[in-house]
């Protein structure tokens, strides 16, 4: 157990660096782009060069940047990521507030995408060329062919506008639902620990839609990279030695092929996750998501530095811990693999 | 596990039984006194005074918080609009105004409490007042334009008296004090929340109110929603008629039209144009379009900068320029036409925006851009902004073709907002559309807002000096009759010289429910949910 947290603390110390990089790499990119947020905040008649300065300074533009960004990194060190002018929040109030939701979403998703590409993955591996192969093969086809905001609005015509099963696609709980306290940030938990079901089935029943709008898209690396690295399994040695030595065919499969085949698919989805993180803004647009990833476009449309600049530190260190979680469960499905 | 048919019927029966649980007579009574409104945008700040504040943030500052004084309201076609020349009172039972039009006594309500329940009085108005006008923030630079300036042209008479002064009669004096920006603060509680750095409250006032306005907030998330809560001790007016107001963002459109239709949402003012119209034809749901009579939409060229800066070439681009064409493929002419007019020489009121006497005529704009000195034409680029591109985009590709034909090669360059303001205050964009509103819609006010000066919103640079010395003398005319004159001029010298041609007023779609009514479009183009009831 010591080793691991070891590990974990040098793979953690040895990220540093990659993170700096991409902290003053996103500062700069910021401030080349074109649009120039001072303007664009001063708005209304008369609102001239005097406006535009002050709010210049107010947002601290008007020094040198090689000073802008030692004056940011100073205000990163004491835990402060600056002031949304979109918002008009603290950042980190508002990334604080806004994590769990896409936190939540993607977890959702993620499950969701799991348990449907593996057993899938693995039938179509269990009979490559057959019908129910072409049938995965196709599924995952068009999850990946339809861009989310297609599917999203699709599943919302369907089955709220038209058939009027699902709750209305806007946010995380009924607005006449009432919230409970908040703990986790996780509705599902919270209400969960509060014992208050029905708030519990009004955020489970706005999830699922975005939830499998999303796992529709990611189903397909999944699937196919169980499906491959199980048909490298299924032809190995120890799976035909296996076979005869007479073991039940569901124990070879599910046994020893699943678990020597999963090293992939757990790189995969550590990516994956990373991925819809970050890039589910459309799914978070659609849905009326309180999540980060629309809280970032809305902030880069208007040039306000402050919250890009906290969204991307953010998925910076959340895809470090990502992988660090990804290299300690190969340790799990493989313990001959050992990450340094 | 084996799966069977019954178990899943079982589930389902479950299912559908919990979600019949709620909604129980107490529930429905409560929906049908709540309003909610869904919205593209989000608001952003409690206090509207906050540079970078959403028009939605006005909207809800506006319920939350009082003025002295508000604009009437009047009926046009089928619905309601604001009237600026209707002066009511809202803390102010009522106003003197001096003979020489300087002075103003506002007599207060002596029943008027802030949400906290202590009484608004003279002191409370005066420090509202001295922040508006020293505090950096949007109200200082919108009331300057009404001569308001410094905190000593503000004085307190006594508990329930204010007197406020102007040094010439500004015909804006008044309709300045009626806007969203001069609400009336709680000074005991913005002061208990000042700092030595922030003495007028600035930071805490954007997260929390302190008002005396028909409703309350009871929370506020920006990015997702506001619940405003009807203040039932309200005095400046008639109770409104809900209790609970719900303004959710939903950034999707068609979302929002579907919550519509369904009946689950009640009201949203920003959905797309091209989906109007089939929406006014289901049984459910209501239209109410209204022209925004202080806003246009316009083609704007760079009057100081080479080619535009040739009054001969931006009368070309007049002449050639399709307008009922554009009309019907930007905005499915959801909107009053500013274009087409028959006067020439002197407009026919003095009213402004008004149509204008353009139209096309392409055998004019040919010899036009002979005499410009452009015979083989020319390239430029055309630029609009990403946020209007539902309409800007036809537009564009309508303006591109027309100018082709007199030999104006156009390049169309479409740009993200804030790049977009960017490079329209430094003055670098030679030709562009853009929509822009007045809070004020009187015409000297548009004239100096728009046509003079160096600030954005003179978007075509335009520095006459005609002009200029006309909007300068219209300011503080007293005279009906000589102000009517110099405005029509003014008019005269902008369809003679173009330096922007005016294409159209769009409508606001309101799109509601059956139920919803009284309706009003306000200058700040947001709901007052003051004038809504459910019938």
């Known amino acids: 157990m010591r080793g691991i947290a070891g590990r974990a603390g040098r793979r953690f110390v040895s990220s540093l660096p990659a993170l700096f990089g991409v902290l003053v790499f996103t500062f700069l990119l910021m401030r080349v782009l074109p649009g120039d947020p001072a303007v664009f905040f001063a708005s209304g008649p008369n609102a001239g060069q005097a406006e535009i300065e002050d709010i210049r300074r107010r947002m601290g533009l008007d020094k040198p940047v090689p000073e802008q960004l030692l004056l940011y990194l100073r205000d990163i060190g004491t835990g402060n990521l600056g002031r949304s002018m979109t918002t008009g929040q603290p950042v980190l109030n508002d990334l604080r507030n806004r994590l769990p939701a896409s936190l939540e979403l993607t977890f959702c998703a993620l499950l969701i995408a799991l348990v449907l590409a593996v057993p899938l993955g693995i039938l179509a591996a269990l009979r490559p060329g057959s019908v129910v192969d072409h049938g995965v093969r196709l599924l995952c086809t068009l999850g990946v062919c339809v861009p989310t905001f297609v599917s999203g609005l699709l599943l919302i015509y369907v089955l709220y506008y038209l058939l009027g099963i699902a709750p209305d696609p806007t946010g995380r709980i009924d607005i006449f639902a009432s919230q409970p306290p908040e703990v986790t940030g996780f509705l599902l938990l919270d209400a969960a620990i509060a014992g208050e079901w029905e708030a519990w089935w009004a955020a489970a029943s706005q999830l699922i839609l975005p939830a499998c709008t999303m796992a529709l898209f990611v189903l397909a690396p999944l699937a196919r990279m169980t499906r491959a690295s199980m048909l490298a399994v299924l032809t190995s040695d120890f799976i035909r030695t296996g076979e005869a030595l007479g073991l039940s065919r569901r124990r070879v499969i599910l046994v020893y092929a699943l678990r020597n085949a999963l090293l992939p698919v757990i790189t995969i989805m550590g990516i994956v996750f990373s991925t819809m993180l970050g890039a589910n803004v459309l799914v978070e647009k659609v849905f009326s998501w309180p999540g980060v990833a629309s809280y970032a476009l809305d902030a880069l449309l208007s040039s306000d530095y402050a919250p890009v600049q906290g969204f991307v530190l953010l998925m910076a260190s959340i895809f470090v811990l990502v992988n660090l979680v990804v290299d300690l469960l190969y340790g799990l499905a493989d313990p001959r693999v050992s990450i340094g | ?535």
């Not at chain 2, 090669?409 to 007045?438: H, Y």
């Not at chain 2, 009514?517 to 700040?524: L, R």
């Open chain 2, 1 to 535: 596990m084996r799966i069977r048919r019954r178990d899943i019927l079982a589930g389902m029966g479950a299912g559908a039984a919990a979600m019949a649980v709620p909604g129980g007579p107490a529930l429905a009574q409560s929906r049908a006194e709540t309003l909610r409104q869904v919205t593209g945008n989000t608001v952003n700040t409690l206090d509207p005074t906050m540079p970078g504040s959403t028009r939605e943030a006005f909207g809800v500052s506006v319920n939350v918080y009082d003025r002295l004084v508000g604009f009437g309201r009047r009926q046009a076609g089928a619905g309601w609009v604001f009237d600026p020349d209707v002066i009511r009172g809202e803390l102010a039972e009522r106003v003197e105004t001096s003979a020489d039009g300087t002075t103003f006594t506002f007599h207060l309500r002596r029943d008027a409490k802030f949400h906290d329940g202590t009484p608004v009085t003279a002191e409370d108005v005066k420090w509202s007042f001295d922040r508006h006008v020293t505090a950096r923030s949007l109200a200082a630079v919108q009331i300057q334009t009404g001569s308001w300036t410094k905190a000593e042209q503000f004085r307190v008479v006594d508990a329930h008296t204010f007197e406020a002064k102007v040094e010439r009669p500004d015909r804006l004096a008044l309709p300045n004090l009626c806007t969203l920006y001069c609400m009336i603060i709680n000074s005991k509680v913005a002061k208990a929340n000042a700092t030595a750095d922030d003495p007028w409250a600035q930071a805490w006032l954007k997260d929390n109110a302190a008002g005396s306005g028909a409703y309350r907030v009871e929370s506020f998330k920006p990015g997702e929603q506001v619940i405003l809560r009807r203040n039932d001790d309200w005095k400046a007016g008639p109770l409104p008629f809900f209790r609970r107001i719900i303004n959710q963002t939903i950034p999707e459109a068609a979302t929002r039209a579907n919550l519509i239709e369904r009946g689950d949402a009640d009201l949203s003012i920003d959905l797309q144009a091209s989906d109007v119209p089939s929406l006014a034809q289901r049984p459910r749901v209501k239209v109410v379009s209204t022209p925004q009579f202080n806003a246009f939409t316009m083609v704007a060229f760079n009057t100081r900068m080479a080619p535009f800066d040739n009054i001969k070439l931006r009368q070309a681009v007049a002449a050639a320029l399709p307008y009922g064409d554009i009309f019907k493929a930007a905005l499915f002419e959801r909107g009053a036409a500013m274009f087409g007019a028959d006067w020439s020489e002197t407009p026919p009121t003095a009213r402004f925006p008004q149509p204008m006497p353009m139209k096309t005529d392409l055998a004019r704009a040919r010899a036009l851009m002979a005499e410009a000195g452009h015979p083989n034409g020319l390239d430029t680029t055309f630029s609009f902004n990403v946020g209007s591109a539902a309409t800007s985009e036809p537009m564009a590709a309508l303006v591109k073709e027309s100018l082709a034909r007199i030999g104006i090669r156009v390049e169309i360059q479409k740009l993200p907002d804030a790049q977009i303001s960017t490079l329209v205050t430094e003055k670098k964009l030679p030709f562009l559309t853009e929509t822009s509103i007045a809070w004020l819609p009187s015409t000297d006010y548009f004239f100096r807002n728009f046509f003079t000066g160096e600030q954005r919103w003179n978007y075509s640079s335009w520095n006459n000096a005609e002009i200029n010395a006309l909007t300068a003398k219209a300011r503080f005319e007293q005279d009906a009759a000589e102000y009517e004159r110099l405005c029509k001029r003014m008019i005269a010298v902008l369809a003679e010289e173009v330096p922007l041609i005016l294409l159209w007023q769009p409508n606001q779609d309101a799109v509601m429910t059956q139920a919803i009514d009284g309706y009003t479009y306000q200058y700040h183009r947001q709901v007052d949910y003051r004038d809504l009831r459910r019938a």
